[in-house]
């Protein structure tokens, strides 16, 4: 069974960098039909599409956050990380990682991790 | 950018047809797929492209799209089904832009 499990530090200072990893267990990160990504939803308000990325590097950004965003892939380490940087307490939020499965000329999320609040807040 | 508008809440008895809308200027062009989310929890997949059901999710939910709507239905509510759902897709410029909708609280009491 595919596990995602998202790892990081849950309180990040305003104006640096938030910095996640996701570890992708149970099948590989290399599969040829499948983005990896992040979501996030600040509390209490609803889902926002962040990034994917391929296995080959190929990525995908949210227009409204591409300019302070990152994602990049380790395939030997069978993970996928995101960093946002100039954080302020608008990025404060439940950050999901997630498989894209890629069908129909779409990639969607199929299969999610638990989930890591991070805080913005000195 | 690109929107998906959801109605905020939908009430409905227990055992009666809920159902939730979805408006895209793109949705005529492309898929729509629907999570659901309960308080605490990661959203779970229960429709994708427009219609179709992953394995393990009950007959009850259906989804179907005309035009600049998709719908999902919940036919025969169940107390568990209460959660936010929330809808999914992308805009038609071919720029692999994703977006969610705006989230709808379903009560079932």
């Known amino acids: 069974q595919l596990q995602l499990q998202e790892s990081g530090p849950g309180l990040v200072k305003p104006s640096e960098t938030l910095s996640l990893t996701c570890t992708v267990s149970?099948?590989?990160?290399?599969?040829?039909?499948?983005?990896w990504g992040w979501i996030r939803q600040p509390p209490g308000k609803g889902l926002e599409w962040i990034a994917t990325?391929?296995?080959?590097?190929?990525?995908y950004y949210n227009p409204s956050l591409k300019s302070r965003v990152t994602i990049f892939v380790d395939t030997s380490k069978n993970q996928f990380s995101l960093k946002l940087n100039s954080v302020t307490a608008a990025d404060t939020a439940v950050y999901y990682c997630?498989?894209?499965?890629?069908?129909?000329?779409?990639?969607?999320?199929?299969?999610w991790g638990q989930g890591t609040l991070v805080t913005v807040s000195s | 950018s690109y929107e998906l508008t959801q109605p905020p809440s939908v009430s409905v008895s227990p055992g009666q047809t809920a159902r939730i809308t979805c408006s895209g200027d793109?949705?005529?062009?492309?898929?729509a797929y629907w999570y659901q989310q309960k308080s605490g929890q990661a959203p779970v997949l229960v429709i994708y492209?427009?219609?179709k059901r992953p394995s393990g999710i009950p007959e009850r939910f259906s989804g179907s799209s005309s035009g600049t709507l998709a719908t999902l239905t919940i036919s025969g509510a169940r107390v568990e089904d209460e959660a936010d759902y929330y809808c999914?897709?992308?805009?038609?410029?071919?720029?692999?832009?994703?977006?969610f909708g705006t989230g709808t609280k379903v009560t079932v009491l």
């Open positions: 990325i391929y296995y080959s590097g190929s990525t």
């Open positions: 999914y897709s992308t805009d038609s410029g071919g720029n692999h832009f994703y977006v």
């Open positions: 793109a949705l005529p062009k492309k898929f």
């Open positions: 149970g099948g590989s990160i290399s599969s040829g039909s499948c983005y």
């Open positions: 997630a498989r894209h499965w890629y069908g129909s000329g779409n990639y969607y999320p199929d299969y």
């Open positions: 492209e427009d219609s």
